[in-house]
């Protein structure tokens, strides 16, 4: 499984965060599943500002799942999705790896103390129900989709390359843009 | 877009989307805005960055163009305007001596002469266009001669009635046919005998402000000065029901001399607001999810009506607004006040509506959408037959000279649209003091002040002060510093957000932060109102984007 995001549309409205946040019941603070990054470039008046989403790509080889010391991390056979077990987990203050290990901060830890690594589970029980994860059905302006990474390839081709993304072709994200 | 940012001012659920779509299938969008704004960002192939309070200097400037290449649509202006004549006299310098040339705009509004020419030609030459003029310009000193410069601009052109065209203004959709209804307001004994203002704008059908009404953003000055101030009254009591005016009203530090001068005050909220805090009796309203409601989109700017359902009991002490005034009502000695429940009420305004349909049906969706058997286009009729379908003025014309303004007399909002100077804009000494424009547009992850204090959306961007990287670096103020934000009427301590998305010499604080002056009455919140000036334009509008200030780190 893995996400198609449409830069070309994004106008970094959050709702795809906050929809993240309802859905998943994760309190203020520093911990969110989906965030959103602005990049802006070039010098008055010669400006151009992108919106960039930041979340789980679901990797092909994700090297949080490697990173961990207990086997609390681990992909999906069935679909891919890249899932993370809080109850194993040993916490932020004990180990830390997974988010050291990760190129895009894709482990996110709440306020409280010695947190567990929680992160984007790709709406696991809506994904079971038939439906989209949150993020995609609360886009105002249609520019997320998300499923199997080949069908999602071969809608809208395989491209890798964003404003402000970085590939890792160590990890390789299951991600397809359509660039500014 | 002018002034027109969707994607934060939501203009209809679906625009951004629907514009998003018409630039991926080859429509070109420009847009002109002091800041580069996520609109922009995201739809417009360019930016035109502008001063604030000179944009009917740059529209009067892109017709002298039109007229100089003989682009204007004459046949169009013959048909449906009145007073053309006149405005392409002041246009072409014979009324004042001065042509409106681009070479003449440049040093007003900061744009290239060789910017306006373009864009000038490109918006006379692509058929149809529309012209997307927001209202935050139109929210300044002299914001009329904004709008209908637009309006001109859009009938030189021919774009008005025609699909994929504009009039130059963003209004209410043309549906429903006949105004929705609200609960009847009753006879205000206070306004019974008041006298028509006639130095005020009358509305469309030609009825001037009674006496006892006065403007919104006067109302802190009417209650320090009453009647000696020219005011209907000397006001001693403020009842305040779904507003927090002690933050949207401009002037916050003489709205607090103006709420700590009155005898008693009566406030329905939610939430210990700025204007709840001077209370003296505080009545607990309750919230949307506690009582059944009919939503219906801003102006009807997408088709369509929620059913906001009762999802508990009033919690607590709370009751509706309805339902206190309903008690209050007898205690007051007014009887008789509404024959009718909540619920009763919902029906009957649901009725009115042409084709709502079935009111049980209606709560079983959640919603209703209004189907329409073609897309409407606003003054369509009266482009295809004017003399059946006059408009909705005096002549019944497109009045680009309007005898109405022309008898109010005023030379800030004279008959025809000029650009003209006003307080606190570049020409005004204060600069020297305060050499800093500020614009305060609407937020995107709050409406006006509501849902200011939700966790979930604060967290999200810190509310802050946009300020180019030049003036920045002038004050030696860096990224996320504190900024010391004054002018005479306030003063607010709110991070620096340094950027070149924004013209150099302005500042941008989105509106709305809740107010909250420390014992000084220096502004930890970052309400915009505390640097605001109180009053209006003479036609009426909110002067919040005319306002100079200083900045220096704080």
Redesign the interface.
Known sequence: MGFYFDQ???????TC??AC??WHDVS??PASWLRIITI?K????K?????LINTCYHCSQPPCASACPVNAIFKREEDGIVVADSDRCLGKENCDLCRQACPYDAPQFGAESNPKMQKCDFCLERLLDGRKPVCVEAC???ALDAGPIDELQAKYGNIQEAEGFIYSPSAVPSVTFKPR | MWGFNP??TIWG??T??YL?QAK?RGTRIVHVDPR?T??A???AHQ?I?LRPGTDAALMMAVAYVMLDDNQHDQKFLDTYTVGFDKFREYILGKEDGIPKTPVWAEPITGVPPSTIEALARLYATTKPAALLAGWGPGRSAAGEQYHRAAITLTAMTGNIGVPGGGSGSLGQCPYPPEEVPLLPEGENPVERGGQPQRNRLPSISGTYPVSASIHANDVFDAILKGKAGGYPGDLKLLYVTNRNLLNQISNLNQGVRALKSLEFIVVHEQFMTATAKFADILLPVNTGLERDDICRPWLYTSLYHIYSNKAVDSLYESKSDFEICCELAPRLGVYNYSDKTEDQWLREIAKSIEGFGEYEEFKKKGVQRIHLSRPLVAFEEQIEDPDKNPFHTPSGKIEIYSQRLADMNNPQIPPIPKYVEHWENLNDPLVEKYPLQLITPHP??RAHSSFHNI???????PHAIWI???DAQARGIGEGDKARVFNDRGEMIIPAFV??????GIVSIDQGAWFEPDEKGVDLGGCTNTLTREGHSPGGAFPCNTCLVEVRKG
């Open positions: 070309s549309r994004c106008t970094g409205c959050y965060s906050v946040k309802d203020p603070g802006e070039g010098k008055y008046p400006v151009s500002v992108a919106f105002p302006m249609r | 994607a934060c659920t679906n951004t989307w998003a991926e580069l996520e609109s960002a995201t739809l930016w960055p995107k992850r966790p979930w959306l604060k967290e999200l961007e180019n990287s030049v950027t070149e998305r924004i013209m150099p």
